[in-house]
């Protein structure tokens, strides 16, 4: 199922298409397609070029893998997410490697390479849903994440399925249209609430 952006003109037609279903095809994802997707997320911009991401990952076929991950999300989300075609998992390095210090931007860096993943994901013809509903400890514990490493997002990759496979409330929201704050309320001038350069 597609849901691209409408009334919007200008937009590249990955950014337009990008959007996170829950209903995915249950069929894998090559692992070289799985390649140039994460390919996209090495290349994506970071503090001091430290590139803070790691990711955690298993297709649906391997199946110890696929279970240890679609067990560290909240059962809410394994509802759907078990039929997608590959789980991942986001984690931060917390330290910077050229002086140890704290990483102030190691999040915002590896949601920069999620974005470019999910954008290369849609040039491949599929999805990426992330997902705040997952337990870190239990990444920690089950897949020996060491100590300065924090799982921060959980990630279902794979191609668009049929909503109605969905159970019927998840069916419904998966059909609603999609909804954005007005830009105007994101994006300022040079000051707080002014208006922005290209005006209303």
Known sequence: MEKPVSGVSGLVDVVR????PRAFAPQGVAPEVLRRIFEAARWAPSAYNEQPWRFLVARREEEEGFNALLGCLVKANRLWACRAGALAVGIVKRALDYDGKANLWAEHDLGAAVAQLSLQ???????????AGFSPSRVRESCEVPEGYDPLVALAMGYGGDPDDLPEELALREKEPRERRPLEEMVFGARWKTEAPWGR
């Not at 298409?17 to 996170?20: C, E, F, I, L």
């Not at 994901?121 to 997902?131: D, I, K, Q, R």
């Open 17 to 20: 298409r990008r959007w996170s």
């Open 121 to 131: 994901a849609v040039a491949e013809g599929l999805f990426v849903h992330p997902m």
